[in-house]
């Protein structure tokens, strides 16, 4: 991570591609949440010891913006920026290049909260820690 971005590279594989050639829209959301959850795992974040304590990370809203396809074999990075989207909600700003020219392929703008074993929303301290730590660029 650098300037509070997180990046990951990926190649588009054959079966992720439709009848069109180009990959299916669904599975761009598939390359969004393994960034995602590549950049949590990464910050400390370790999904089955989250399990255990009743912690859900879970997405309330995704807006994606499909700007250009990806066809098989083509090399990209996803990008992930983490920001604050309300008192209890924070927001994942995530960016598709097309390697290596870098050219924009989605946008997406993916909201989530925690729910503890109650079912409620919280914010766990170390999701504000990181989510301080994203404001300064850290």
Known sequence: MRSGLFYLDFTVRDYECDMQGIVN?????????????????????EFSELIL???????????????????????????????????????????IFRLPERKLILKAKVVGTVLNADGKPQLLDEMVSLLDDSVLGL
Not at 32 to 38: D, F, K, M, S, V
Not at 73 to 91: H, I, M, N, P, W
Request: hydrophobic content about 40%.
């Open 25 to 45: 829209n669904a599975v761009y959301q598939n390359y969004l949440e393994h960034a995602r959850h590549e950049y949590l795992k990464g910050a400390g974040f």
């Open 53 to 95: 304590r009743g912690i859900n990370l879970v997405v309330v809203r995704a807006e994606l913006d499909y700007k250009r396809s990806l066809r098989s074999g083509d090399r990209f990075q996803v990008q992930v920026r983490l920001e604050r989207a309300s008192k209890l909600r924070f927001a994942f700003l995530q960016e």
